[in-house]
């Protein structure tokens, strides 16, 4: 039987690192993207230094507090999982390290990284990323006119204001 060389190219790709690990296969491939569906951290271990092009993060937001929201129009549970309960601060922010330092020994020296977060852990994050050496470029942020309401009052909710309404964007 002959094996085409486009099996033994995946064959190879999914080997685990160490010879007892199962292999992680792609979620999806073409030829210029792939993307990992799993542990990011464990998938990330198994990556070359310096291979990856770009990375879209998005790490929990340590927002399973025992809360609620609204969601459409009814009263919800805030709690996503223990993966998205917060540890305490110093925890937290071991967290966003660790996998923020992974992130940096992946990404080619050109590459780039792009964090999505909310004010609950996009702090942390920013702070390590510069710790880490990353440049900043941008921080972007968009309107969301379904976002649901502080409903619990525990919390003080910021809004921003402009005093005119003209818009003014400046992309480069």
Request: with cysteine; glycine share 6%.
């Amino acid at each position: 039987m002959k094996i085409s060389e486009d099996l033994i190219k995946i064959l190879i790709g999914n080997i685990a690192k160490n010879g007892i690990q199962k292999g992680i296969l792609p979620y999806y491939t073409n030829d210029d993207f792939t993307l990992y569906d799993g542990d990011s951290l464990e998938i990330m271990s198994r990556l070359p230094d310096n291979c990856i092009d770009m990375i879209f993060a998005d790490p929990p937001y340590m927002l399973s507090n025992d809360g609620f929201s609204c969601q459409n129009g009814k009263m919800v549970s805030v709690n996503k999982g223990k993966w998205d309960k917060s540890k305490g601060f110093e925890d937290d922010l071991q967290f966003h390290e660790t996998w923020i330092k992974q992130c940096h020994r992946i990404l080619k020296p050109e590459g780039t990284l792009w964090v999505s977060g909310t004010y609950h852990s996009i702090y942390q994050c920013g702070y390590l990323i510069q710790k880490l050496g990353y440049h900043i470029l941008n921080d972007i942020a968009w309107f969301k006119p379904n976002a649901a309401p502080n409903l619990s009052c525990r919390f003080f909710t910021a809004t921003s204001f402009k005093k005119s309404k003209v818009l003014e964007y400046a992309l480069c």
